[in-house]
Each structure stands twice: as C-alpha cells, then as structure tokens.
C-alpha cells in the first residue's frame, strides 16, 4: 500500500458500494415491477427494522471480540412475555416485562462470559437452547394474540407523517448504538477489548465489565426486535425470531465488522441488513422461484463477504 | 413433519372427537368446523375458462415453507395456472416464520397480483400478514388453514386441504391387512398441538379401536420432538420387540423405527406411515419392515386452489372447505402412489427393484 | 544528592518459599537511566512486576520520593506515576495511534461525553514529534506500523501517562539494527523529561549506550551496582555469569 492510502480500510466501504450496485441493478431490472415505488422501499425498510435493530447489538458484540447466538430465542420469549403481559395489564408494562426479559437473559449470559470465563460461543449456544424451549412450553406452543392497539402501533403498523414507526425506531437504534459504538469512551473499550484483551485489562480497562455490557446490550436489543415483531403481527409467536440469527450475523459481517473483534461499524451493519432486505425483496418481485432465490442469494452474500474480508496484506 | 401450520381448533377437535373412544373416526371438517367437499368438484366450464383467459389475470404463491408436499402443491398450481391462462408473478417461502410471511405478502403486492394463493403459517397473526392484500381488492384461496376472522367468501375464496381423516382412517386398514387383521401395534403419535398430525393419528386409533376388535394397541409413545424420535424409536423397539406392528404418526420417525428394528435384527414388525419417503419406499419394494405409506394428493390441492382461485376472480362463490383423497401406498402401488400424490415418478431406486 | 524517585530496600520475593529475589537495594533517580542486567531468571522480570504493582514483595520496602509506599494492583502503581513498556508491547493492533496513546483514558468533550478525537490527535502528535517517533500519522492504525514505529508508540504513551517512573521490559528485542537506534534514542530523550527510566536489556552494547548505571542480579541475588562510565562490558559479563 502507499502512504497516501494508509489509513483508510477499503473492505470498509465495499457494503456501500455493493448496495449501491444492487439498488441500481433492481431499479433497472424491475422497473416495471414496482421495486422503486415508495411502498416498496418503504416496505424494505419496515420488514428488516427488527434484524438491524439485532445487528446494531450484534456489532457490539463482534466488535468486543464475542458472539451472542442466543438473540433468536430471545426475541421470541420476550415478545411472548409482553404479549401475554398485555391480556391483563397496560401496555407499558408489557414493554417494561419484554426489555427486562431481555436485560434478563444479556446479564445472565454477560456474568457467565465475563466473570465464569466460559466461551460466550458455548454460553449463548446453550441459553439459545434453553430459552426455545422455555417459550414453547410458556405457551404450549400456541400463538398469544395482542390487541392493544396504541402498542400495535407505535411498536408495529402505525405511521407517523406518513413514516412508518418501525423506521423511526431503525433510525433511533442505528443512531444511538452509532453514537456509543464509535464516540464514547465505552465504545472505545470495547474496540480495545475485543482488539487484544491483555492489553486493554493492562491499561486498566475493566474488561470484565465491557464483556457483560455488550451482552447485555445485544439482548436488549433482541428484546426491542422481538416487540417490534410483535407489534407488526399484532401478537407473539414461539418461532419468532427463529432463523434471524444468521441474517444478522451475515447483515453484521457484510457490513464490515470482523468477527474476531476490534474493528465494527454500526452504519456498515445497518446497509447490511438493507442489503439482505432488499435481496429478498428483489428477487422475490424478480419472479425466480424459491430455490432460485437461495442459490442467488447465497450467492451474492458470499460474493459481498468475499470482497469486504479480503484482506490485503495477507 | 412441521409442514403445515398450527391449527386453532386442533385441540377442540381434538377433544370433540374423543367423546367416544369407540366411535368411528369423525369425517374431515375445516379448521372452523366446515363441512368437506371433494376438491374433484372444482370444476370450470368452458365459458368461465375462456372468461379467466381473457381477464389477464396474475397469481403469486405466498408459501410456509418448502418440502416434498409444498413442491407438489406449487406444482400443481403452477400448471393449473398456466392451463388457465393465469401469469405467477412471484413465489415466496417463509420457512415457517409468520413475521417473513408476512413481508412476503407485502413484498409481491409491489407486482399488484389478482390472485394469491398461500398457506397461513400461522393463523393467529396471519390477519395482518395478509392485510395489504385484502386491502387491494387481491383473491384469496387458502391451503389448509383460514386467517382468524376472515369470513369465506367474504374474505377469501376457500380453504383446500387434504383428508387428514381418510389419511388416519386408510393407514389403519392397511395396518390390518399388514398384519392380517390380528396382533399387538405400537402407537406413535405426535404429542404436541398441531392440527394436522393431531387428525392423522387420532383418526388411525379410532379406526383400529373401532373396526379391529382382534387387533390391540399394546403402547402408544407420544412424540414431542422430532429431534428426539430415535431415542424414543430405540427404547420402543428394545422393549417390545414382539409388536407385530408400529404405527408412526410421520415419514421421519417412521425412518427412525425402521433404523431401530433394523440394528435390533428385527424383520417381522410392520411399519405404517404417512407421507411418501423414498427410504421406506425402498425398504418397502425390498419386502422390508415397511408395509404401507399413506399419502395425500398433494399435487390436487394445489390445481384445486388454483382453480377455486380462478373462480374467485370470475366472481363465482364455492363450497367453503374441499378436500383432496388419500391413497394407501405398497410395494405394488409406488409408480402410481408417487404419480397420484406428487405428480412425478417415484426416484429411480425404486423403480429399478 | 536529591531524594530519589523510588528506592528499593531489602525488598525480597519468595513465591511458596522458593526465593526469587534475596535482596535488593537500588534507588532511581529523576533524569537516569538505570539498567538492569542478568541472565534468564536471574529475578529481573519478577523485580519489574514487584515494582508494577503485579507482585507484592515479600519483605522490604518501596519508597518514592521518600515515603514508604505499597501497590495493591498495577492501577495503584499507575496512579503514582510508573507505566511499564511491557514486552509485547500492549498495543491494539486494530486502533489508530492515538486511541492506543489514551486507551483507558479517553479525553471527552460537550454534554455528551464525546470523544474528544481532535484534541487527541493533536496531542499524539505533538508527543511523538517531541519524541521523534516518526509514524506517517496518528490516525495510522498499529498494524500499519513497523516493530521499531510500534515501539515508539508503546514508549510515547507510557511517557505520557508517567509522571515518575518508566519500567522498560526488552524494548528493541524484536527490531532491527536501525530501528533498534531510532528506538534507542526515544529512550535517550525521555531523560530531558525528568523521569527515571529502568531498563531491561540482554544486550550490554545497548546498556552501554544508554544506561547511567548498570545493576547487576545472578540467581535473585544482588551482585553489585556500577556506573557505566567506570566499568567494561568484561567486568559486568564476569558479574553477570560469575566466572572471573
């Protein structure tokens, strides 16, 4: 490399580019077919407001040099929670019940990981487990029917000029995590944790408690996910949230942050998880059967974590 | 299994149907209690297809998810469709999650179908799912299961399924003619709440109780997870090697048992099951411990919602829940089951037997 | 004389009986460099950990400036002004130059408790232009940089945060004969800054070079303390192996 580009990461910016790419070659290819309407981009951005809420906690967590696989369960037994909270009680109760279910499972995970030192691999593959099946048995495997309407549509269908709340909540997650992830002395430590741990607990960072945040923070967010999914469906399901995981760790790594921690983007996650969107979106309105739709798909995501991956000096 | 979504009422009918343990299995009705019709009597004349054709009608298949019976159903619609001059402009498939069935919908209104044809994943939510569709005006026709609420032919067109009694009731006289009508069977059935096993198995014990007094059902096993069933296949199989047959409420337990008697060197127990595998096919063509499967048309629903949609768009109203026929698959019967079923030959390791 | 910034007296380490250090008397002042020399588990690195708050010792004292003091944890020794250059260097690799230089530390700004990147940048690089550490900038992340630029960054920041006393652990062992002089010569400049400095380091040449005065240990025993300009590398390799 030469100087003069030094210091800028170009695997950083290939998920911009790759969007970009994608957007232009839909808008071109299905012009007819509604893609560009502001429905549908409104649509996109309303179907992945769950998993890029996910990702944004997830960002924290990679870039802490952990993982979480236990956000699936997670969204599914808090929404669950709030859900049959609601049949007797107001609505803010339920989302305190659902956020604190979530706050819950992230310290349980978090103490685990940062004071047991166990794997949060093992952990969280464990509590991924235990939870799924603590919310089929919650509710016999039976769906819980939310009819609070204020809650439907704040967390769910509702509008506000015209926007719909699941993009207000997108944008306040993106823009709050963005904030603490990349402007805060947390933020800080947390890159230095995941970076080289020895050296971050060396300087006086207490890694310890960087761990346990970051799990937490990812549960919570997967709490949030799970109401907002609860809110657009109008009530809670035990396979909610069932096969988000790999959407948002493929959203999380697409987006540019390693999974070995240290460098994470929360911007990056956010157009990851538009892209994963808009690839369903597009290839559906392509009219390409479902098994053409995987293979394209898995196709492309390979292509974007080839290209932002690559590492230059290796 | 897990093919198909829970059902509402499955524990109602569940509970209504046992009043009797002697009584012979309850006829198929709708996940609301509607009276079956054969789906052979969707039938257009040759003026309302000319008038289908002549509409520049489009279609989009909105999925649970995919497998054996979803690829047959699609197929049978899809050819259906085309028969009818009807374009399918999208396919979806939720893989059993009600929040992406529900931006499936959203998503293949961007291409503003006159049709959708769909199976609800989960009925409870799926009022919502297909909102934006009932709100543009879109047909609707179901695969086995209704939106709660939504009032048929008001709402959507019909509901098509197959007969999961007649499935029940078909695997338990081919129990009996497996084991000539006498002997000891083990009973392994789904223990959970889901719809369309529930009826299965409930109609194959009632069948067995009902018409086979010389036959006794000496263990019934309930099956709660699927992931589970070889340990629960060994322990049957190790207990009571002396069953002159077992009954397993689907394909892949039904693999598992037959795994067991195999590590157990056992060749006399016969298996019953349902839904057509080419695994136990061939240890049935081989004269294994595999006796009968029982399959559904699969491939008729998916050309009876095809053209319970087709009527819809005429305007026409139907009958509210239609039902396809079963068929008892054996060693005999595999080019014809497999045809009958999922409209394509059986795989070539079973016709090379 | 003046007091010394820290003085070691009769401190003495047994770990389950087995001494690792007998006794050492050693002070340090500001404005020296003090080397500290010795073959493998003569005690050099168990001395540096006693005196970085990692190990207590067993018996002895410390003193700074002429009061007994003890740590706890490495965070109290930090907080009484010494910073350790450890081996290994303790860097993120991944973060730019300035994250590395205020890691647990971070300046901030506004109501918010923003990073304060400008002011960190600006200072990073009014640091490492003192100390003529010469890295293409202080947005560059570590990883970027060579052996001899990241050692220069580990010694820049420990500079910076030390008010007292800097502990050296090896610092050119991993470098090239031209970066070991450009690392060399940080280490040179930090005298003007009023600090002690003590060095480890296998190579006597570098000792010679840079150490005001040599301390020898064989076996967690004392041998002796010399200046540099009043004995030879023969005289100090004889105290090192004791073979005369």
């Avoid at chain 1, 597009?282 to 059967?289: D, P, R």
């Avoid at chain 3, 400036?65 to 303790?90: C, K, M, T, W």
């Avoid at chain 3, 003192?130 to 420990?158: F, Y």
Wanted: hydrophobic content about 50%; glycine content about 10%.
């Amino acid at each position: 490399m030469t100087s003069a580009l030094r210091g800028i990461d170009p695997s950083r910016y290939v998920v911009h580019v790759g969007f970009l790419l994608i957007f232009a070659l839909f808008a071109v290819v299905l012009k007819d077919d509604g893609f560009l309407t502001s429905t549908n981009l409104l649509n996109i951005a309303q179907q992945t407001a769950p998993v890029t809420v996910m990702a944004v906690g997830m960002v924290f967590v990679f870039t802490a040099g952990e993982i979480d696989l236990s956000i699936g369960s997670v969204v599914a037994i808090s929404a669950l929670i709030a859900a049959t909270v609601m049949r007797e009680y107001a609505w803010p109760l339920a989302v305190v019940a659902g956020l604190g279910t979530g706050i819950g499972i992230g310290l349980l995970n978090g103490a685990l990981v940062a004071y047991a030192r166990l794997p949060s691999f093992l952990v969280t593959l464990a509590t991924m487990g235990l939870l799924a099946g603590v919310a089929r048995w919650l509710t016999n495997l039976q769906s819980v029917p939310i009819t609070q309407n204020l809650f439907n549509n704040l967390f769910g269908a509702g509008r506000l000029a015209g926007i719909p709340s699941l993009v207000f909540w997108t944008v306040a997650v993106v823009g709050i995590g963005h904030f603490i992830h990349r402007e805060t002395r947390f933020g800080a430590h947390v890159h230095a944790t995941g970076d080289n741990a020895r050296a971050a607990r060396a300087i006086g960072i207490r890694i310890e408690q960087v761990r346990l945040a970051v799990l937490v923070i990812s549960a919570t967010t997967a709490a949030l996910a799970g109401l907002l999914y609860a809110g657009r469906l109008h009530g809670a399901r035990y396979t909610l949230g069932e096969t988000d995981l790999l959407t948002v760790i493929a959203a999380v790594i697409v987006g540019g942050t390693h999974l070995n921690g240290g460098i994470g983007t929360v911007t990056g996650a956010l157009i990851g998880s538009l892209l994963m969107g808009m690839l369903n979106n597009g290839l559906i309105l392509m009219g390409l059967s479902v098994s053409e739709q995987m293979m394209v798909r898995g196709l492309i995501i390979l292509a974007a974590v080839a290209l932002t991956l690559r590492e230059p000096n290796r | 299994m897990q093919r198909r979504s829970l059902g509402p009422l499955a524990l109602a009918a569940l509970l209504a149907a046992s009043g009797s343990s002697q009584a012979a299995p309850k006829p198929t009705s709708g996940p609301h209690g509607e009276a079956a019709t054969p789906a052979a009597q969707l039938t257009l004349t040759p003026e309302q297809e000319a008038a289908v054709r002549a509409g520049g009608f489009t279609a989009a298949l909105v999925w649970h998810t995919s497998s054996d019976y979803t690829t047959a159903v699609n197929a049978g619609a899809m050819d259906e469709l085309q028969r009818l001059g009807i374009e399918v402009v999208a396919q979806t498939d939720a893989g059993f999650d009600a929040a992406k069935q529900m931006s499936d919908v959203e998503t293949v209104m961007a291409k503003q179908p006159s049709l959708i044809l769909s199976l609800p994943v989960d009925p409870e939510t799926a009022p919502e799912a297909y909102a934006p569709a009932q709100a543009a005006g879109t047909t609707l026709v179901f695969v086995d299961n209704s939106p709660k609420g939504y009032v048929q032919g008001k709402d959507y067109v019909t509901v098509v399924s197959d007969d999961l009694a007649q499935m029940g009731a078909k695997a338990g006289q081919a129990m009996a003619q497996a084991i000539g009508g006498k002997g000891k069977i083990g009973y392994v059935f789904h223990d959970a709440d889901f719809y369309v096993t529930n009826q299965r198995d409930h109609a194959f014990r009632q069948t067995i109780l009902g018409e086979y007094p010389d036959i006794t059902i000496a263990v019934e096993q309930g099956l709660a997870d699927p992931a589970r069933a070889e340990d629960i296949a060994n322990a049957l199989v190790t207990k009571h090697p002396d069953l002159d047959g077992i009954y397993a409420t689907w394909a892949e337990p039904a693999e598992l048992v037959l795994a067991a008697l195999r590590n157990a060197g056992n060749t006399h127990t016969k298996i019953v099951t349902l839904d057509l595998s080419e695994t136990l096919a061939l240890d049935m063509v081989q004269g294994g411990n595999v006796a009968a499967i029982v399959a559904d048309e699969a491939y008729a629903i998916g050309v009876g919602v095809a053209r319970a949609g087709a009527l819809g768009l005429l305007g026409q109203t139907v009958e509210p829940f239609y039902v396809v026929d079963a068929l008892a698959v054996t060693s005999d019967t595999v080019r014809d089951g497999w045809n009958r079923s999922l409209h394509r030959d059986p795989p070539a390791s079973l016709l090379e037997q | 004389m003046t007091t010394p910034v820290l003085a070691l007296e009769g401190v003495r380490k047994e770990f389950g009986g087995v001494v690792a250090i007998e006794r050492i008397d050693l002070e340090l002042h500001a404005g020296e460099i003090v080397a500290l020399v010795g073959d493998n588990g003569a005690g050099k690195s168990t001395l540096v950990k006693i005196i970085a708050g990692i190990h207590p010792p067993t018996s002895g004292r410390i003193m700074m400036d002429g009061s007994p003091i003890s740590f706890p944890n490495p965070r109290a020794a930090q907080e009484h002004g010494i910073q350790v250059v450890y081996q290994d260097l303790a860097l993120a690799d991944q973060q730019p130059v300035y994250m590395n230089m205020f890691l647990g530390s971070e300046l901030v700004t506004g109501p918010f408790r923003r990073l304060n990147r400008k002011r960190m940048i600006a200072e990073t690089e009014t640091l490492v232009r003192e100390l003529d550490v010469r890295i293409p900038s202080a947005k560059a992340t570590i990883r970027e940089l060579s052996g001899g630029q990241r050692q220069g960054v580990a010694i820049a920041r420990a500079t910076h945060r030390a008010r007292k006393l800097v502990l050296m652990d090896e610092p050119t062992a991993a470098l090239g004969v031209a970066e070991t002089m450009r690392v060399e010569a940080i280490i040179r400049s930090l005298k003007e800054r009023a600090l002690a400095i003590l060095l480890i380091s296998h190579s006597l040449d570098q000792v010679f070079r840079l150490a005001d005065r040599i301390c020898v240990l064989r076996h967690g025993v004392q041998i002796g303390v010399k200046r540099s300009s009043e004995t030879s590398s023969n005289e100090i390799v004889a105290m090192i192996t004791g073979l005369a």
